[in-house]
């Protein structure tokens, strides 16, 4: 069986459908007409996807009833072609999607743009003009579709060099550490969310983690450089990009911190003049809604460091997190003695087939410590949510999360938009 992938690769763009069902639409082009809504105007923030398919979905019962034939252009455009006496019904459809974008510039300042709403043609005297305009929109799909795959293409080529990358250096990591002094960072911190997900599959978010993507910078600043070949030289750029985390936490304008919020440090920058200022600048009540994240490696390196810097930040208020913990380092680890308030747990397949002693233990460790000092994270599919309820965990973190997050916010934006289509 082919794989499902490569026959969605397969399948012919809307522009291609639509050229050859203009082409095929010669010999019927008599009492057919057609309606280009310029959906490609709006401004970004109108013309995302949920955006699109409200505007689109006016069309599906004139398309059921074999009235018109609807194609949604990847520029955002909606091109319909339909029988002439259906022509009132879709002048009201168009009003009626006219409404749905009415703070739109294209729409709100109709007659001062040079670009209408919408266009009008017959297939019959027009045709010529349609067939010209569709052959050109299948050429720049053709032609956008070669680019992208020659950017991709570029792109894979990169990665596989960094991953045979040359190691880093203490030259190179001297030369990086000038630069990231004069760098604007805030571009490359990504946020992440840790989430309860109810029964169905709708996520509730409880905190956010944010962190400088390694694999950006290096593409931004090192592409053919292995950063993490050397560990003690990235446990050295860490630790610089530590205090750029924490000065742009201290600067409100360079990324959002509101909500709950975690953050990955070293325990050698809790113990700095950099961390001293941040605590500094951030409100007793504020603190208790930050979650320091720290790695198991880090901590055992120098035990005594740990316990010093661990007592120094729950005194202030924060919340601290051991980050990465396996199976094996969950057994071997007593995390209490730690004094961990969260414990993250990277989700792994073996879990489920670690069996039934493996799923008792981890219940019973969950159950003692409590559910809500555990997060399973990484987690890809949906086997991970499922297993880390059925061990007692509630808190999730991952792509798949990350995933559910989208298509709540679609669920909740096409509910918004249908409401102001009913209301207007």
Not at 274 to 283: I, T
Request: hydrophobic residues 40%.
């Amino acid at each position: 069986m082919a794989d499902r992938s490569e026959t969605k690769k397969r399948l012919p763009s809307q522009e291609n459908l639509l050229l050859d069902y203009v082409r095929r639409l010669e010999k019927h082009k008599a009492g057919r007409k057609v309606v280009i809504l310029h959906l490609s105007a709006l401004r970004p923030f109108n013309r995302r996807d949920q955006h699109i398919r409200a505007a689109a979905s006016n069309f599906d019962n004139l398309v059921s009833e074999m009235t018109g034939q609807l194609f949604i252009l990847k520029n955002a455009d909606i091109f319909f072609v339909f029988k002439g006496n259906a022509q009132p019904q879709v002048e009201t459809i168009v009003q009626k999607i006219k409404f749905l974008f009415d703070d739109d510039p294209l729409v709100a300042e109709e007659d001062k743009q040079t670009q209408s709403f919408a266009s009008w043609y017959d297939a019959d005297a027009d045709y010529d003009t349609i067939l010209q305009m569709v052959q050109g929109m299948a050429h720049s799909e053709k032609e956008r579709v070669s680019a992208v795959r020659a950017r991709m293409d570029a792109r894979a080529a990169l990665k596989a060099k960094q991953k045979q990358g040359e190691p880093l250096t203490p030259d190179v990591l001297a030369r990086v550490e000038t630069a990231l002094v004069r760098a604007d960072l805030s571009n490359l911190v990504r946020r992440q969310f840790v989430c309860e997900v109810d029964s169905k599959m709708v996520p509730i978010q409880m905190f956010s983690e944010l962190f400088i993507s390694i694999n950006d910078l290096r593409e931004t600043l090192l592409p053919g450089v292995n950063l993490v070949a050397n560990r003690w030289l990235f446990q050295h750029l860490t630790e610089t990009l530590d205090r750029r985390m924490l000065s742009m936490l201290t600067k409100t304008d360079s990324i959002s911190i509101s909500g709950e919020i975690s953050f990955n440090v070293n325990i050698a920058t809790l113990l700095s003049k950099e961390f001293q200022s941040f605590d500094d600048n951030v409100a007793a009540s504020r603190r208790g809604q930050m979650i320091i994240e720290l790695q198991k490696e880090d901590i055992f390196s120098n035990l005594s460091s740990y316990v010093f810097a661990r007592e120094f930040v729950q005194d202030k208020g924060y919340r601290v997190c051991i980050d990465g913990m396996t199976l094996d380092t969950l057994t071997m680890i007593h995390r209490e003695r730690l004094g961990i308030d969260i414990t993250k747990l990277v989700w792994d397949p073996e879990l489920v087939d670690g069996g039934e002693e493996v799923h008792k233990h981890l219940k019973a460790v969950v159950a003692e410590e409590g559910s809500e000092k555990f997060v399973l994270i990484r987690c890809d599919n949906r086997e991970a949510i499922d297993f880390g309820k059925s061990i007692g965990i509630n808190l999730f973190q991952g792509r798949f999360v990350e995933n559910l997050i989208a298509e709540d916010n679609r669920r909740r934006e096409m509910l918004r938009l249908k409401r102001r289509i009913e209301r207007n």
